[in-house]
């Protein structure tokens, strides 16, 4: 069993859908990061989470440490957010990561 | 405040050959960590320095290794590079450690022929 599982590995919605990204990690893992990787390569660190929910534009980012699991949400998805979303976890200085989920947004 | 660099951006090598890769990290960012991108394995840990210091190594053959300068600059290293050694190699940079968020560099996309 991997130690930050992610899930849908792929995606395709509809412009303006809700959408929910789902991750669960094993314990001792202190932190839970959501990453964005665009085609050609850039990652760009969109949440870090220890407790509770942060939300930044249309994205909201929720964690249960009880139940060792995270969900990233994009309200009213637009084409521009197609892109790979990775969780990571952080353990003893480094991050271990999810498979990644693929998600394509149809206009 | 400038982004984490990578140099060089891309890089070709036949095998045999060894390769140096270096990052520089955000100003005051005393971490920086390193990663394997390949389409089979996803993301994996090389490595982490802190203050010049190795903290935590990842599952790679001893042909990998790496370095951090007083500055926090880093440099990586893979000797008698393999075809498997293809990747895109992304280094990142954070204050103390992985707890906190990591800025990305935009990676070197190492080929092997």
């Known amino acids: 069993k991997n130690e930050v599982e992610q899930s849908p590995q792929n995606l395709t919605a509809q412009e303006g859908e809700f959408i929910t990204i789902n991750c669960s990690y094993s314990?001792?893992?202190?932190?839970l990061h959501w990453l964005q990787q665009h085609p050609g390569g850039g990652i760009v660190s969109l949440f870090m989470?220890?407790?509770g929910k942060k939300k930044h534009g249309r994205l909201i980012a929720t964690i249960n440490i009880q139940e060792k699991h995270s969900s990233l949400h994009i309200t009213a998805s637009h084409p521009r957010d197609s892109a790979v979303y990775i969780c990571?976890?952080?353990?003893?200085?480094?991050?271990?990561f999810g498979t990644g989920t693929r998600l394509k947004v149809l206009a | 405040k400038a982004g984490v660099t990578q140099t060089p951006r891309y890089l070709i090598k036949t095998r045999g050959q060894q390769v140096t890769l270096s990052c520089s990290p955000i100003s005051g960012h005393r971490s920086v960590s390193w990663y394997q991108q390949t389409p089979g394995q996803g993301l994996q840990f090389l490595f982490e320095?802190?203050?010049?210091?190795?903290?935590n190594k990842g599952n790679f053959p001893g042909r990998f290794s790496g370095r951090q300068f007083s500055n926090s600059r880093s440099e990586m290293n893979v000797s008698t590079l393999e075809l498997g050694d293809s990747a895109l190699y992304l280094c990142a940079s954070s204050l103390t450690d992985s707890t906190d968020t990591q800025y990305f560099g935009p990676g070197t996309r190492l080929t092997v022929l």
């Open positions: 989470l220890s407790s």
């Open positions: 990571a976890g952080s353990r003893a200085y480094k991050y271990i």
């Open positions: 314990v001792g893992i202190s932190a």
């Open positions: 320095y802190f203050s010049e210091t190795q903290r």
